[in-house]
């Protein structure tokens, strides 16, 4: 293994069951690190094909930082086209499987083709193959790890995605599921399963061992400063459930398709651990474990997926939500675009959503039975069949996370302009509209937003490459990833060369989305949040939105975002 890289990458073609190592350019790692940017960097030329075409990769890639010591680089991105948005997608998962990739001797697992019958990939450092899978088509995940147990890591698909759900998540036993974008679904079409990695024990190696230990503890210095992280209200000590209370208190919870606001009451870290005493954990290695597992051991859902499906039905309780989400994960379904789903099919139908209800349509939903068929589709395909298009709270077809966008402007240009859809995880405007880091922005205000996401949206896209967890941006820049990078393969990096990186996958996803279709006029938001505000909170200013959009876009043709 040269330095921070395997320079080696698995190849599965399931048309044809060819399974092979490959190497990959030194120029290509160079220039695209890993993670989002390698996935980027090999599915770029493949432009005009359909999400579900066989010839399409689904790249899963782990970062250079991988299998070292640095705080959150356990991560695995998996990229693709999305049959939910039809833009390019990357969404990350943190946990054992990037873990595995690594130590499998691997940097990246490409798969292409599709399978006659039900298949898994298996993956050790010596050999990789297909396994037959038809025995274990249509369990739930939940049912499926248990079998595997002991095999190595797994992503695999729930019912959701063997039914070909546009908004099918592929869950990992251990980790996160790579949740947003229903790859999920791409992977049931395939007629693939599973994916087992077991690793071997090759460690990783180091370029500049006495650099890497400096910018470690740099890296877990800045972690211990950041009251987000582990300041006595953050997320190591609550769980990502801190948000709650914080997004209560600036009216940004959504409610009834974004027509209303939850107060937070009975769903914040306080009423988890009144309900399930839960205890932290985390992704693989992580210091900062934001996530909860209850007492009984199962894991509890964190502030995306517990406040979406809140704001979808009547009365949400906590242990219903609970078990809400846990059933979205053994099917196989991301539940913020289930929620956005059954939020939009409620306001179209009238409708409403109680919690026992909401579960029935869940499995509903996963096997494409009646009402489940349209909400399969997702939130825009289903309104423009029912004649409501207005009601589909959506950006290129993704559902919204809950976080109101006429709370805070950045968050709502970010959202617009996300090369994936409607998600500020591309530039996260949070860290500094609500969070007040790096610096504090005003959350009122449309100014100076466009640069700002602009430049997030690079830095962001370079981070995603190393890979690691966004939470990370709360406490170090640029210039401590370049420091790690450095010392970790033993080449020369500053922060200024992760930003080029970042600009050149930010412009090569954009070029993508335009080869497929996508133009300027998608970067846009619902017009609910222009015409109407919600419970004391006014609508977005279209004229300001307007004009920053428009900056927004000249910075992103000139190329002078950094």
């Avoid at 490409?110 to 006659?116: E, L, M």
């Amino acid at each position: 293994m040269v330095n921070g890289w395997a320079r080696r990458i698995a190849r599965v073609d399931l048309t044809s069951g060819n399974c092979r190592f490959d190497t990959v350019p030194a120029g290509v790692q160079h220039e695209w690190l890993g993670g989002r940017g390698l996935g980027v960097a090999l599915i770029r030329e493949h432009t005009g094909l359909e999400p579900f075409a066989a010839d399409l990769p689904l790249v899963f890639a782990c970062g250079p930082l991988c299998g070292t010591a640095t705080p959150t680089s356990s991560r695995c991105v998996l990229t693709g086209r999305s049959p939910l948005t039809g833009t390019i997608f990357s969404c990350s998962s943190g946990g054992a499987f990037a873990w595995q990739l690594r130590r499998a001797g691997l940097d990246a697992l490409v798969v292409t083709g599709a399978s006659a019958v039900p298949v898994m990939v298996a993956i050790t450092p010596a050999e990789i193959g297909l396994q037959p899978a038809g025995s274990c088509w249509g369990l739930p995940t939940d049912s499926l790890f248990s079998q595997l147990q002991g095999q190595g890591a797994v992503a695999a698909i729930g019912p959701a995605g063997e039914n070909g759900v546009l908004f099918a998540s592929v869950e990992t036993s251990g980790g996160e599921p790579f949740g947003r974008g229903g790859l999920g679904a791409v992977m049931g079409r395939r007629g693939l399963k599973a994916i087992i990695i077991s690793g071997g024990e090759s460690p990783v190696s180091i370029g500049d061992r006495q650099g890497f230990d400096l910018a470690r503890q740099d890296m877990q210095r800045l972690f211990l400063a950041s009251p987000f992280l582990y300041g006595p209200f953050g997320i190591r000590e609550h769980g990502t459930l801190a948000l709650v209370d914080l997004l209560a208190r600036r009216r940004m919870l959504p409610a009834q398709n974004f027509t209303a606001v939850l107060d937070g009451d009975g769903l914040n870290a306080a009423a988890l651990q009144r309900h399930f005493s839960p205890g932290g954990f985390g992704c693989h290695d992580c210091p900062v474990a934001c996530k909860r597992l209850a007492d009984d051991g199962l894991p509890l859902p964190e502030y995306d997926d517990l406040i979406a499906l809140a704001g979808c039905c009547e009365k949400p309780d906590l242990s219903g939500l609970v078990a809400a989400w846990r059933a979205c994960a053994q099917l196989g379904l991301d539940p913020v675009s289930a929620a956005g789903s059954v939020a939009a099919w409620s306001e179209t139908t009238g409708q409403p959503v109680a919690l026992e209800f909401l579960n029935s349509l869940l499995v509903k939903i996963a096997c494409r039975e009646g009402q489940g068929a349209l909400l399969a589709q997702g939130a825009q395909r289903l309104t423009d069949k029912l004649g409501e298009p207005q009601a589909a709270m959506t950006v290129k077809g993704l559902e919204l996370p809950p976080y109101d966008p006429r709370g805070a402007c950045g968050l709502a240009l970010a959202c617009a302009v996300s090369t994936h859809g409607g998600t500020p995880l591309d530039a996260w405007p949070l860290a500094s509209e609500i969070l007040r880091k790096p610096v504090p922005t005003d959350p009122a205000s449309f100014d100076g937003k466009a640069r700002m996401i602009a430049l997030a949206e690079a830095g962001n896209a370079a981070m995603d490459s190393l890979a690691l967890c966004r939470f990370a941006s709360c406490a170090i820049e640029l210039e401590e990833c370049a420091a790690l990078l450095a010392a970790v393969t033993g080449q020369h990096y500053g922060q200024g060369d992760l930003l080029t990186i970042g600009q050149r996958i930010i412009a090569t996803e954009r070029d993508f989305n335009q080869s497929n279709g996508f133009a300027p006029v998608d970067d846009r938001l619902p017009d609910r949040f222009f015409s109407s505000g919600s419970d004391g909170v006014l609508p977005l200013d279209r004229q300001d939105f307007d004009l920053e959009l428009e900056r927004y876009q000249r910075i992103r043709c000139s190329g002078q975002a950094s």
